[in-house]
């Protein structure tokens, strides 16, 4: 289940993507929210959560079939768009740590 519904995405998020690509994406953009707080996202109830799965959701449709020129030529012109597996991990971290650098759910040390 996303942490975050369409109805959120656009009402309160106010997000442009379609319906029927935000249902496939903020599923795994909720996994993905899982995977980087440790499961801890799955306890936590404030809207930084929903607000954060609507951000990574959004970055992993801009990125979707890559997005960044690689290439270009100009002879019988020519374009190539890739993202790098880096790249875009350092992009969907950044979406999620807008809203959630403050809830405490990214931190992954020890304590006594």
């Known amino acids: 289940m996303p942490y975050a519904d369409y ?3 656009n009402d309160v ?3 442009k993507m379609p319906e029927a690509d935000y249902d496939g994406l903020s599923q795994k953009a909720s ?18 959560i929903k ?10 449709l801009q990125n979707e079939g890559g997005r960044r020129l690689s290439s ?3 002879g019988s012109w020519s374009r190539q ?12 971290y950044e ?7 403050l809830t405490g ?8």
């Open 7 to 9: 109805l959120y995405y």
């Open 13 to 15: 998020y106010q997000g």
């Open 31 to 48: 996994a993905y929210l899982n995977r980087i707080t440790f499961n801890r996202a799955k306890n936590y109830t404030g809207d930084e």
């Open 51 to 60: 607000d954060a799965c609507c951000a990574v959701a959004d970055v992993m």
């Open 72 to 74: 270009e030529s100009v």
């Open 81 to 92: 768009y890739k993202i790098s597996d880096s790249d875009m991990n350092n992009l969907l």
């Open 95 to 101: 979406a999620a740590e807008m809203y959630l650098a």
């Open 105 to 112: 759910l990214l931190y992954s040390g020890g304590g006594r």
